[in-house]
């Protein structure tokens, strides 16, 4: 190479100047074929939606020599510690987070894909605002039965960039077939078959591909934590997962259910000391690895710093609490929201306490994006995110179960439709949580002093008041006040 030497030839300024110029010219001619790309004029999105988990308890979530990925989420990223499902269900919760609007408004009331209208969702709102958007692993219940061919999948994918799904109402881990814009492939047991390794694959691979300056919403949503809890054939038996322990919190296999629904009341205790942790254990180090993958993409991408990550699951999951294991009772609708966006968020952990619900995120990456969802029944977060504020507007947040069904586990007894709400902070020292059953049973809980749902307030003299404006609250919702009614339901199903 030649030396230059200016020194003393010309001015400081001017060879400072060259040294730039030529410095640029250098990167350029050393470029791998192509300019480098300018950053996309928009956020990233990224949902993580798993299947089935409760938030607690913490040590499945924030052991960094367990699940490195997961920790950076619970330690270093945003929690909201009283994030709720709308309804404690996979295929109405799912319906709700894409539409932004409760089941009994997009008409998604039970694990049927059938009423979901994918026209009223967040797919062709940000794609009108040039994000390439992308569907990848289980979508709603229901999908093989209602959407049975090539013709009709195409019409359900129509506004995916990419929509590679688990083509089967509850989804797999082995032995499944996807469904993907250029056709259709079936994978068997292989270790590679598995439907998350598979995701991870398909993310990984959209990443690199698209263009840095077009913005991307991907949604990655695992069928771990549902079962039959099958993780990687590399975490089966893991040794991290062996000495978990197990989990038996305060309304673990309760003593007392005698203020509790019928149905609750007519299981007996169950016996165990605990409920064993390492099945989901295993399943969260799955995850933790599909999020490794993520990350690693969007870093080696250059997208990494402005990606609002986030991790969630469609509902909540009983282990034990109330004598129940399952779901889709008013006690498992609490779920893990975590969000990770180091450009805004940074690194240093932080806790939001506002209520939010699945209802929100439609509008919070609309917000991000530039669309609007007017119909959704939720609100942007971004206000929580960006530290901006610490509580929104609005009285209460809506769930329902509207049709009757079994419990999960034994069953001795059905359990009933219901509907109810969880206050927000407009009672400054308590959150209340609300249920009406289709029999005519109540709960009223105290979430602030009684977060277990341990002692049932609904009955007791002192708390007639809460329990007045708890019953106008819910009376608004089904007559069309408060919540929007917009449903084709006019009426309880039994």
Known sequence: MVSLNLEGAVHPRVVVAIALVLALLGTLFNLPGRMVQAAAPKPDIVLFYIDDFAP???RLWDDPSRTPELARFANH????????ASTPLCGPARAALLTGQYGHNNGVTQNDIKPYDPRNTLAPKLGSKGYKTIFIGKHINRLD??????KRMNALAKNWNRFDVIWRSQGAFYEWRQYRKSGTTFFGSDPTDHSSYQASRRAVEYIRATPRNKPIFMVVSLFDGHTPMTPLKQFENDPKCQGIGGWSGPAYDEADVSDKPAFVRAHDRLGPASYDLQAR???????DWVIGNVRQALADTGRQFDTLQVLTADNGWLMGD???EGKSTPYSVDVPLYMRWPKVIGYQGRSVKEPVSNVDLAKTFCALAGCSMRQGDGKSLLPLIRGNKSKLRRDFLWAEVLHAGPSYGKTPKARPAWSGLHTTYRYDDHRWAYTKYRTGKEEL????RDPHRLDNLAGKSAHKKVLRDMRRFWRGVWNGDGVAWRSRMTKWSG
Do not use: K, M, W
């Open 322 to 324: 109330h004598r129940l």
């Open 56 to 58: 607690y308890p913490a």
């Open 281 to 287: 254990c295993e399943q969260l180090l799955t995850v």
């Open 145 to 150: 039965q209602v959407y049975y061919s090539r």
């Open 445 to 448: 809980y105290d979430l602030t």
């Open 77 to 84: 990223g945003l929690e909201f510690e009283n994030a709720i």
